[in-house]
Nanobody, 115 residues
């Protein structure tokens, strides 16, 4: 059973930074795509950033230039450095991974941007 464990959320002031991390376990196969989605209260879950095993990256327009995704294929980890955070970035952030067996979600980590 594939499991994704997230860490790094918290409370930060506007303009601050946070780094999210996610580690996959329970599979010996490579992971095609890893990334992050987020869901704010009363809103739909939305893509934040994804990265393929070959290094192709996709960012939501709202985070381009502020967030940076990276991954370690061998360790099956994905990270996201979030800078210049805004109150509208407040959400539960979910790690997502796509393998041959399908897509998997983490439990989510809360990010709150507030003064």
């Amino acid at each position: 059973q594939v499991q994704l464990a997230e860490s790094g959320g918290g409370l930060v002031q506007p303009g601050g930074s946070l780094r999210l991390s996610c580690a996959a376990s329970g599979t010996k196969f490579s992971i095609g795509v890893m990334g992050w989605y987020r869901q704010a209260p009363a809103k739909r879950r939305e893509l934040v950033a994804t990265m393929t095993s070959s290094g192709d990256i996709n960012y939501a327009d709202s985070v381009k230039g502020r967030f940076t995704i990276s991954r370690d294929n061998a360790k099956k980890t994905v990270h996201m450095q979030m800078n210049s955070l805004k109150p509208e970035d407040t959400a539960v952030y979910y790690c997502w991974a796509f393998l041959r067996s399908g897509g998997y979600w983490g439990q989510g980590t809360q990010v709150t941007v507030s003064s």
